[in-house]
């Protein structure tokens, strides 16, 4: 796990208090920036720069998390669909497409497929993760909405996603999708995701 305290001489990029014996999980006590954007503004040469940045990321999911049956991967993982899925569209119409709860569930399909390396680890990470089918992927998404982590259009947040999937017959069909040649159709890849144990 990194270390979030910060060791050295840092100045806030607003104020210039010495930040020295803080985290970058605190706001600056002489002018309130938060920490992030001290650790955003880091130069790339800092230590552990992009794991402060991940670790930092990764804590409204954490506690987010604490309240219902998924682990914060699993919230991220939505978090990421959700961006993935912005990354596809490009005019207003398109957004509109993308609101109903098949194409999500199709999507959501797509991006386990070019997150994860295969068919198998991705089936038993998601379960490990207990996003079991469409029903606990709306409840993600209801969840990070009442976080405002993402945001969702009311029409999805109506939409009925009752038994449009089930992770385990999720891929069925799609067996030779796990290959390069269909990740080269997709946006920029996201994440690899790995089942932590």
């Known amino acids: 796990m990194v270390n979030l305290q910060i060791q050295s001489d840092l100045t806030c990029i607003r104020c210039g208090y ?5 985290t970058f999980e605190i706001t600056c006590p002489a002018c309130g920036i938060s920490g992030h954007y001290n650790a955003i503004a880091l130069p790339n040469s800092y230590p552990e720069k992009d794991q402060i940045l991940s670790a930092l990321d990764r804590k409204p999911f954490e506690r987010v998390a604490e309240g219902t ?3 914060a991967d699993a919230l991220l993982f939505v978090r990421d669909l ?17 609101a109903g709860a098949q194409r999500i569930c199709a999507e959501f399909r797509d991006f386990a497929i070019q997150s994860f390396p295969d ?29 405002h982590l993402i945001r969702l259009s009311e ?13 385990s017959t999720l891929f069925d069909g799609y067996e030779a999708s796990f290959s390069d040649d269909f990740r080269d159709d997709l946006p920029s890849p996201p994440p690899i995701y790995v089942l932590r144990r």
């Open 69 to 71: 049956a998924y682990p």
């Open 18 to 22: 010495n930040l020295r014996g803080l």
């Open 82 to 98: 959700s961006n993935f899925l912005q990354g596809r569209v490009e005019t207003p119409q398109e957004v509109r497409q993308l």
């Open 119 to 147: 068919k198998v680890e991705a089936i038993a990470t998601l379960e490990a993760w207990n996003l079991r089918g469409s029903d606990d992927l709306k409840r993600v998404l209801i969840i990070l909405d009442h976080a």
């Open 155 to 167: 029409k999805l947040e109506q939409a009925n996603f009752s038994g449009l999937f089930a992770t």
